[in-house]
């Protein structure tokens, strides 16, 4: 289909070709697990020098939705009217799709670990589900409300080899007491709080929406004050996908727009375009120096940090050491010696130029990295993001786009699962948690029963409550799907 947007012609995907498009099942050779990927950036034109993708990694990262279960109500959240009826997967069945990232992109890719909320799973499946992807080489992330992430769970996880946490805050999530983000800064520094001193890498993700959109130079200004904690800051741009009651963004929301804000948040120019990561629209990356609350560009020379790229493509950085991460990169800088001047120069202009508080703190740096992601509207989906896709989802088939996925995430979290167990195989039934003989999935079709409203969240919630005080029939998005007066135990 094409469509015109601020004059451009754009051909979004049919509801046919969103239906066709399956997860990837070709598992390339151990040693060509970047291969595939950048064949796709190939195709679409973005194997350029300063292309991160492919290069650092054979895929960006690739969420592990460990249940579909959440405690909160966001009013952008991406989940299913389904999901919270949906069980949480056998833990056999999580195994299996943390081998197959494990297969597909090879050590050290980054698997975030979440949901819904991944706490809500049981506190010891949790504690196997890290252990898992830390034996196979993976790295572990989880990506957490921070509602039920303790830091004694948070210490559990580190000793099985957790090594980033990612705390998603925001006004979206509609916490009680809390009406900006501004508000909402005492509880990222409880978070924050929770997390210091831990051998983790500490990230913070933040949705975007019309009305947060004015505070984002504001919360940059707040973690400049929380680098020796917080590493990386996400933000993620509205997207009229999953259950969430807000739809479409204010057009003034765009990877640019927000560029300006974190500038203005940042008071100097940070610049997002000297590397790229995946597909420009979709993603949107810049790393600053901080040093005495004041941030400082990182990558302002790409004549240096292009051929760079290129020089420790393959260096592995172990986030949650420092000094490992500083010793790696020293190492490689040195075994590229065609970059030792302009490295040279690099470094003193940077001295020269944050002087009075490398002074003042005592030669103490940390770093900010900062990301936009802009995720697409499940109706509005492009081939050539899709494709160049650096986000993708375990499903039980392959790794999938999240946004394909989240467009049709029924699909896949409906499915009978098939479960290999110690008493034989069987189908593993999403609704029900039965067991069910092992014949094809669709002898045994989805028949979701009547929700109960405490399975309800967003749109379709607060469609059931308005219906309920009601004297008309419900009438609902899914209304051949659900009703209310059944329960799904
Ligand atoms: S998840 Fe969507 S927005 Fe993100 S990289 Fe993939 S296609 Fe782009």
Redesign the pocket.
């Known amino acids: 289909m094409i469509y015109a947007a601020d004059g451009l012609e754009i051909n979004y995907l049919s509801q046919e070709e969103i239906k066709n498009w399956q997860p990837y099942t070709e598992i390339p050779a151990e040693s060509q697990a970047s291969e595939p990927f950048i064949q796709r950036l190939k195709d679409v034109g973005l194997w350029t020098p300063s292309q991160i993708a492919g290069r650092r990694w054979s895929m960006?990262c690739v969420s592990l939705e460990i249940t579909q279960r959440c405690n909160l109500d966001c009013t952008l959240c991406y989940l299913s009217e389904h999901s919270e009826a949906v069980r949480d997967v056998p833990l056999q069945e999580i195994f299996r799709r943390i081998d197959m990232i494990a297969a597909h992109y090879g050590k050290n890719t980054d698997v975030q670990v979440s949901g819904g909320d991944p706490t809500l799973r049981q506190r010891e499946e949790l504690v196997q589900i890290v252990q898992r992807i830390t034996d196979k080489g993976l790295r572990a992330s989880l990506f957490t409300n921070g509602i039920l992430a303790s830091r004694a769970l948070l210490v559990d996880l580190c000793a099985v080899g957790l090594v980033d946490v990612a705390f998603h805050v925001d006004t979206t999530q509609q916490r009680k007491g809390y009406e900006s983000e501004q508000d909402l800064n005492t509880l990222r520094e409880k978070y924050i709080e929770c997390a210091r001193g831990l051998p983790l890498a500490v990230f913070f993700n933040t949705t975007v929406h019309d009305a947060n959109f004015h505070e984002v130079p504001s919360l940059v200004r707040f973690f400049r004050q929380h680098t020796d904690v917080v590493s990386l800051l996400s933000f993620q741009l509205q997207a009229d996908t999953g259950r969430g009651v807000l739809r479409n963004r204010d057009q003034r929301i765009t990877p640019d727009t927000m560029i300006e804000r974190i500038q203005s948040g940042a008071d100097q120019s940070i610049g997002f375009d000297t590397l790229t990561v995946?597909?420009p629209?979709?993603?949107r990356y810049a790393m600053a120096l901080s040093i005495n609350g004041k941030l400082y560009d990182c990558y302002d020379d790409p004549e240096f940090f292009v051929p760079l790229l290129e020089a420790t493509a393959h260096v592995s950085f172990p986030r949650t050491d420092r000094r490992a991460t500083i010793m790696a990169a020293l190492r490689a800088f040195f075994k590229a010696p065609h970059l030792w001047g302009k490295g040279a120069l690099w470094l003193a202009r940077k001295i020269w130029s944050a002087k009075a508080d490398l002074w003042a703190a005592r030669g103490k740096v940390n770093k900010l990295t900062f990301m936009i992601?802009?995720?697409?509207d499940a109706c509005h989906l492009e081939h050539d993001?899709?494709h160049?896709?650096?986000?993708m989802v375990a499903t039980p088939d392959g790794p999938i786009?999240?946004?394909?996925h989240n467009a049709k995430r029924d699909e896949y979290i409906l499915k009978p699962i098939a479960i290999n167990g110690p008493e034989g195989k069987h189908l593993w039934h999403p609704l029900s948690g039965a067991k069910m003989p092992l014949v094809a999935a669709n002898e045994h079709p989805i028949d979701p029963k009547i929700y109960p409203i405490k399975f309800l969240k967003g749109r379709t919630r607060v469609e059931a409550l308005l219906n309920r005080s009601s004297p008309s029939p419900v009438q609902q998005p899914n209304a051949a799907l659900i009703s209310v007066e059944d329960t799904v135990q």
């Open positions: 960006g995946g597909h629209s979709c993603n992601h802009n995720f697409m993001r899709l160049a896709c650096i986000f786009s999240m946004c394909l």
